[in-house]
């Protein structure tokens, strides 16, 4: 069981976000990427539907295995983490955390934004991480109209991107928010486009992955899951959309391992 896969899992591209940070702290370990791509983006639908989406990718991840597995996308984990635990215990299944806290501990300015996908923006999950922590604090959210899109199709860097999320942070920016927490696991791969429309303005984006990462390796070390240090770590990259997709998914991955030093 311990040399199992890690099953990481997204409605696209952007759960690699996670994956490379997953990947940079557990090099030993198999990892298999689910990236749904035929349904995608999940943003806008419906809760039932995302629940219903995001159960037949956990069952794809148990059928191959996993020893646990990474809801690397806010708006499923927003809709249906809680139903995943319930239905595939004992299974662990670690979700993405909206970064409000971070945010809110080291603001200060005391106003804070938040970028995330519509579904995320009004879950459960994000009102009650922003009512404990953001008490005396300006909260201002915004969904990421467009971001998904734009680096679904390799535009992420384009001048078209920093006017897309230039208009987005308008309001948050023009309330004086001087951290803004990426609400959305596609998001850190706008950042260039981010950095360049918040110009000279002294603002840090809060991107969860990292902690998200850390979280695995509690997991891991609390249930004595690591895999042996003889083991030969796999990589591999799955998807329900065409070949075509699977194949851009895994060389988006290996250009973010070769982008960090890694293999390649
Ligand atoms: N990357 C996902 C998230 O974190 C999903 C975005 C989407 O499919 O709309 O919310």
């Given at each position: 069981m311990n040399n199992a896969p890690i099953g990481i899992y997204d409605?696209?591209?952007?759960?690699l976000s996670v994956w490379r940070e997953v990947q940079r702290l557990l090099p030993g370990e198999s990892l298999i990427y689910l990236?749904?791509?035929?349904?995608?983006?999940?943003?806008?639908?419906?809760k039932e539907e995302i629940i219903r989406l995001a159960d037949q990718a956990v069952a794809r991840l148990v059928e191959a295995g996993c020893k646990l597995v990474v809801v690397a996308c806010n708006t499923a984990t927003a809709a249906a983490i809680e139903w995943l635990r319930a239905k595939y215990a004992p299974l662990p299944i670690v979700g993405m955390e909206p970064a409000v806290k971070p945010a809110c501990l080291t603001t200060q300015n005391r106003v804070v934004g938040v970028l995330a996908t519509e579904r995320s923006l009004d879950g459960e999950l994000f009102r009650r991480t922003a009512a404990r922590y953001g008490a005396d604090i300006e909260v201002i959210t915004a969904p990421g109209k467009g971001f998904v899109e734009l680096v679904e199709t390799g535009r992420e860097a384009s001048a078209e991107a920093v006017a897309c999320v230039a208009e987005a942070m308008r309001e948050m920016l023009a309330r004086g928010a001087d951290r803004i927490v990426?609400?959305?696991?596609?998001y850190p791969f706008l950042l260039p486009a981010m950095r360049r429309a918040v110009a000279d303005r002294a603002v840090e984006f809060i991107d969860p992955s990292p902690a998200v990462a850390r979280r695995v390796v509690q997991l891991l070390d609390a249930g004595d899951l690591r895999a042996a240090s003889d083991h030969h770590a796999e990589l591999r990259f799955v998807s329900f959309a065409e070949e075509a997709y699977r194949q851009r998914i895994e060389n988006f991955a290996r250009r973010l391992l070769a982008e960090q030093g890694g293999e390649e």
């Open positions: 409605s696209g591209l952007g759960g990236g749904d791509g035929k349904n995608c983006p999940y943003g806008s639908r419906p990426l609400g959305c696991t596609h």
